[in-house]
């Protein structure tokens, strides 16, 4: 079985970091797309991280990985990032984490979105409380 591929969308403060810690400490040994709406910052992580790729925009990321982790700003931000994969991309099949900290309405509203595409989504809090959805 091949090794998965693994995107990271949204390298503020927070995905930075834990972005930054999959691509050094060896985790994983598959390949790993980057994407950031500010695309400088995504290069500039890129540069740091060699083993890593960026992409010019989330639904190619999203397109070309089977594990997708976000973690974004604020709702609107998850919701409209959500909302331009599903329209733009299939994603039956994949798995979407989402680290982001947002209103459980907002994690409800995307976990329906993405059963509805036949994705699988775990709601994965950064302060560990963890809520998950697992669908499929
Ligand atoms: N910082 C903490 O200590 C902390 C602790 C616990 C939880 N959290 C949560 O973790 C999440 C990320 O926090 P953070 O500190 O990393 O935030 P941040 O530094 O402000 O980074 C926000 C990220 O979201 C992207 N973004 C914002 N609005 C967007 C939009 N409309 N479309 C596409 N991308 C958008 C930003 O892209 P650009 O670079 O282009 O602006 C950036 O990558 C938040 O939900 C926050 O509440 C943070």
């Not at 403060?13 to 500010?38: D, H």
């Not at 400088?40 to 890129?46: D, L, N, T, V, Y």
């Not at 999203?62 to 976000?70: G, L, M, R, V, Y």
Request: glycine letters at 6%.
């Amino acid at each position: 079985m091949m090794a998965p591929t693994i995107a990271w969308l949204g390298l503020g403060n927070m995905g930075m970091g834990m972005a930054s810690n999959l691509a050094k400490k060896g985790i994983i040994k598959c390949s790993f797309i980057v994407y950031n709406r500010t695309v400088s910052r995504a290069r500039q992580f890129q540069a740091l991280n060699p083993n890593t790729v960026v992409a010019e925009s989330a639904a190619e990321a999203a397109a070309k990985a089977d594990i997708i982790f976000t973690c974004l700003g604020d709702d609107t931000a998850v919701s409209e990032i959500i909302d331009l994969i599903i329209t733009s991309t299939t994603i039956k099949g994949k798995l979407f984490v989402d680290c982001s900290t947002i209103h459980p309405d907002t994690t409800t509203a995307i976990a329906n979105k993405f059963q509805d595409a036949g994705a699988e989504f775990v709601t994965s809090l950064i302060h560990l409380l963890w809520n998950t959805y697992v669908f499929n």
